[in-house]
Nanobody, 121 residues
Framework: QVQLVESGGGLVQPGGSLRLSCAAS????????MGWYRQAPGKQRELVAS???????NYVDSVKGRFTISRDNAKSTVYLQMNSLKPEDTAVYYC???????????????WGQGTQVTVSS
């Protein structure tokens, strides 16, 4: 069974930095696009950043220049480096990945359990 396990959230002051990690575990054939979403209280979940298996990246405008998404395909892991954090970045951050568990099926959409990021003084 495939699982996405996140780590790295926490409490940070405005202007600070955090690095989120998300590792895929279990048995799978290949991983395609990976990304990070976030959901703040009372708001819809939004895509923050995504990265293809080839390394092409995409960011929501509000984090451009502050966040960097990267991945290590050998470790089946995606990262989100968050710098110059603002209070409005406070949310639960979810890892997402498109994974093919067998060469003949999928890919299917998988989610991590979520990790809380709180930006506050």
């Amino acid at each position: 069974q495939v699982q996405l396990v996140e780590s790295g959230g926490g409490l940070v002051q405005p202007g600070g930095s955090l690095r989120l990690s998300c590792a895929a575990s279990g048995s799978f054939f290949s991983i395609y696009d990976m990304g990070w979403y976030r959901q703040a209280p009372g708001k819809q979940r939004e895509l923050v950043a995504s990265i293809t298996s080839g390394g092409n990246t995409n960011y929501v405008d509000s984090v451009k220049g502050r966040f960097t998404i990267s991945r290590d395909n050998a470790k089946s892991t995606v990262y989100l480096q968050m710098n110059s954090l603002k209070p409005e970045d406070t949310a639960v951050y979810y890892c997402n990945a498109q994974i093919r568990t067998h060469w003949s099926t999928g890919p299917y959409n998988y989610w991590g359990q979520g990790t809380q990021v709180t930006v506050s003084s």
